[in-house]
């Protein structure tokens, strides 16, 4: 039997593959917001039950999440509502710009521990690396934070670019003991 010949990728291949990118990204952008969103649904659906503004119309929150939105997992809801509860003043201040449900529920370990404040502006503002370095300094875990070691010796380094190629153009290096 003769090896069938390999088959360069073609227009139909690149195609292909940039029409995976394009729809990873628009799914990437609008999963990250969507988990946005669900904070501020969530932040709604606490403020109904804690002010039982549901009672208007209904007997119950479980009654309420049943026929208002046909939603029947009331245990789900108040283990979120758990872990919204120790941001819920920072939430209500600053419903324009919102942290993703994730983090807020992997900090909040420390949240319970006082350290909502703190955990909540992390969550909103770092990036992922820096975000859990943060849990990690703040003892979520008992791995070292990646930015951090256990020497005492460091070096400040100083670059100076170009700012339209980039090119460093000086560069110094000092130890720090």
Not at 68 to 85: A, L, M, P
Not at 129 to 145: H, S, T
């Amino acid at each position: 039997m003769k090896p069938k010949p390999s088959k360069s990728p073609g227009l139909d291949s690149l195609t292909k593959q940039n029409q995976l990118l394009t729809l990873e990204t628009e799914f990437e952008h609008v999963y990250r917001k969507a988990k946005k969103h669900y904070v501020y649904a969530l932040l709604c659906l606490y403020q109904i039950n804690q002010k039982k503004l549901y009672s208007l119309d209904y007997k119950s929150f479980r009654e309420y999440l049943k026929k208002r939105w046909g939603y029947t997992g009331k245990s789900t809801v108040y283990i979120h509502f758990n872990y919204i509860e120790p941001y819920h003043t920072y939430l209500l201040a600053e419903q324009d710009e919102l942290p993703e449900f994730d983090r807020l529920k992997k900090g909040y370990p420390l949240a319970i521990q006082g350290r909502a404040e703190e955990v909540y502006h992390s969550a909103k503002t770092a990036d992922e690396e820096g975000f859990e370095n943060n849990l990690r300094e703040w003892g979520l875990n008992k791995l070292p934070a990646t930015d951090t070691c256990e020497h005492n010796d460091t070096e400040t380094i100083t670059m100076i670019k170009c700012s339209k190629c980039m090119k460093v153009l000086q560069y110094e290096k000092r130890v720090n003991n």
